[in-house]
């Protein structure tokens, strides 16, 4: 699930210069095939975060993570934003009532 804290400054800069994150990044691609999880391209890959409880962790995860193309990594991220806003909403009402 994607949250504010996945997108910390920290976490930021540990998934853009972090040697770690980049071998296990290249062996999810591995793992994957270098193909999106969904569609099978091989183009602008990413390795998304399936739930993201395990950043700084991952390589001891490696089930959280998975190949996503750009299309498809953007829409995953969409939807869950949507999910997360939606589950607030209720979350919410429910306090009300
Ligand atoms: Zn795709
Ligand atoms: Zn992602």
Redesign the pocket.
Known sequence: M?NINECSEEYKSYLRDDPKWQVIRENILFRDGYRCRLCGSTQKL????IR?THRFHEEDYPEDLCV?CDTH?EM??RYFKVCDSLKEFYNRKRKEL
């Open positions: 994607v990413n390795v998304h975060h993201g996503l990594h995953i991220h």
